[in-house]
């Protein structure tokens, strides 16, 4: 089965993280998504794209498990890579993007979020980029599109979450409802979207994004070459996903 799932219906466009348990994301599924997310926005039929997640967690990031590959920067950077271009394809999708976030958004999944035109988020959901705790320097320029810089960089120095109630106070989500309301919640939202002169806010959305930034991609490539000069082949880096994986502090030794 498919690691995204997508349907069009009444000008929606439904687009589902499929990969359980936690939607975590390989090479493969950043491409999937990414591709899909393009596609979408050139179809005449689709006025808008709803992107959720099947299971209780919405996003729990990049698959650690990929990390074990980082023995060259060729595939450091093809990952990395990958990843920007998923993010950024909700960004630079030609169609308005509705994130319905019922559960956990870390990593991957938040930069998602941040991307997207709208969130709604279900009551106590996590929004996080705990790459810091796994020796990653990443996803800060997507979490100053949700928070200001200072809080920005307190989510990415410590990798601590927010709460969907405070991305609601700075007006980064546009309601918070209960979990199992999100879908439901998106989808109305959705139609009043697909009943509005939809070729129009398509335009408004691409002119709202190239005015505000046209650089997202290559913002978050200049963190993720940082990764790569200074701390993919660092002692910190693998000690940070051994400490991870073993449930226990990390042995840093700034090395």
Not at 32 to 39: I, K, Q, R, S, V
Request: hydrophobic share 45%; proline share 3%; with cysteine.
């Amino acid at each position: 089965m498919s690691n995204v799932l997508m349907e069009v219906k009444d000008k929606i466009a439904y687009v589902t993280l499929n990969r359980g348990p936690a939607n975590a994301f390989i090479n493969e599924m950043y491409i999937e998504f990414a591709d899909t997310l393009l596609e979408l926005g050139e179809r005449e039929d689709v006025a808008v794209v709803v992107v959720r997640a099947n299971g209780k967690i919405f996003c729990g990031g990049n698959d650690v498990s990929a990390f074990d590959s980082f023995d060259s920067r060729t595939k450091a950077n093809y990952s990395a890579e990958c990843c920007g271009f998923a993010a950024s394809s909700v960004w630079n999708c030609k169609k308005p993007v509705i994130c319905a976030v019922q559960g956990a958004a870390m990593g991957a999944g938040m930069c998602i979020a941040a991307a997207s035109d709208f969130i709604i988020a279900g009551a106590g959901v996590k929004f996080g980029i705990p790459e810091v705790k796994l020796g990653i320097p990443a996803a800060g320029v997507f979490a100053n599109l949700m928070v200001p810089m200072h809080k920005a960089k307190w989510m990415a120095f410590t990798g601590n979450p927010v709460t969907s109630e405070e991305l609601y106070q700075y007006g980064t989500v546009m309601k918070v409802v209960p979990k199992e309301e999100v879908w439901d919640e998106a989808d109305k939202f959705a139609h009043e979207i697909a009943a509005s002169c939809y070729r129009a806010v398509g335009i408004f959305k691409q002119n709202f994004n190239r005015n505000l930034d046209a650089r997202l991609f290559d913002k978050f490539m200049v963190e993720q070459n940082s990764f790569m000069d200074h701390m993919m082949n660092s002692h910190d880096f693998h000690e940070a996903i051994a400490a991870f994986r073993e449930k226990r502090p990390g042995n840093f030794t700034g090395k």
